[in-house]
């Protein structure tokens, strides 16, 4: 009988990778391994392992309810974590095939990329940053996830570039697929965030800095298309993964408006307020009563401030204001 299929498998793909992808990409049969030596898989490549164990982890499972920008929004459009992860990785992989990098690494770094974040977005990582030296920050949260709460043994890179994905992080990722997934993060919170704004009244159109629109368009579709090109186009440039300079320093005045005109606005001060009410009660509470944390948070080789922060941190929104109204808000009947 004829069969209408080619077989697959790790070994094809691998062939693949050789044949079709550029020089400076990350190969899999390359990568530095893992923490622990596993044999390889029959049907996927180290990288594609990686992707399916993100995928089905708790962890990822949890952006769903956790927020991005406006908490609690009523209405069905409003971008949560995990529709922020889905599009992050739709561009990063657009990027990736593009410049004929290793897709699969790229998308395992995307998906993974923002688990370890608090509730309530950046406004609870401020909030947690009170009770560590330094500044709490969400990607190394993300690496903790995969390597102590719920361990996954992934592969060097990909740990690496959900490391360093902030901009913020000195030492930038050490893969080029790692430095896509920097580009694709900004680009899809500043297009999505722009509309959420909008769709909230915070903003309108006409209200974006005129060098935004001429660089970029408008707001949605027309910004992802005009900051993927560019990347695509200096990148074939100049042999790094980067952005044509002139539009990248469009790109971060633009994000100095998101910062000014949305995400710090006066408006949603109140919302913020109220946040940072809830994660300081909550990490309060805990550090006093440690045997109230579930002990899949309970690490014996972790400090008790350690555990507390680990279990604030990977609370949903709605789970973390349940907790606090059972905590905190007064009982009628007692």
Known sequence: MNVPFIRRGRVEEEKLEDDLLAPGATRSTESRGRAQPEPNDELRTAFARDRDRILHSKAFRRLKHKTQVFMNPEGDHFVTRLTHTVKVT?????????????????????????????????????????????????????????????????????????????????????????????????????????????????????????????????????????????????????????????????????????????????????????AKEIVRDLVGHFRQRPDEIPETYRHDDAPVATQVIDYVAGMTDRFAISTHDKLFRPRLFD
């Open 90 to 274: 739709q561009i990063g992989r657009s990027i990736a095939q593009y410049l004929s990098l290793n897709e699969t690494l790229t998308e395992a770094m995307c998906l993974g990329h923002d688990v370890g974040h608090s509730p309530f977005g950046h406004t609870g990582e401020e909030a947690l940053s009170e009770f560590v030296d330094g500044e709490w920050r969400h990607s190394d949260q993300s690496v903790r996830i995969f390597e102590v709460l719920e361990p996954l043994n992934l592969s060097w890179e990909v740990i690496d570039g959900i490391r360093a994905h902030p901009w913020k992080v000195e030492h930038g990722p050490q893969t080029h697929e790692g430095a896509i997934v920097r580009y694709s993060d900004r680009i899809a919170y500043l297009s999505h965030d722009a509309e959420d704004a909008i769709r909230a009244g915070v903003l309108r159109p006409d209200d974006f800095p005129a060098d935004a629109i001429a660089a970029f368009g408008e707001p949605g579709r027309q910004w992802i298309d005009s900051m993927v090109k560019s990347v695509i186009e200096q990148s074939m440039a100049s042999g790094l993964v980067e952005m044509e300079p002139a539009r990248l320093e469009v790109m971060h005045e633009l994000r100095a408006f998101m910062f000014d005109r949305v995400y710090l606005h006066p408006a949603m001060e109140s919302h913020r307020k109220r």
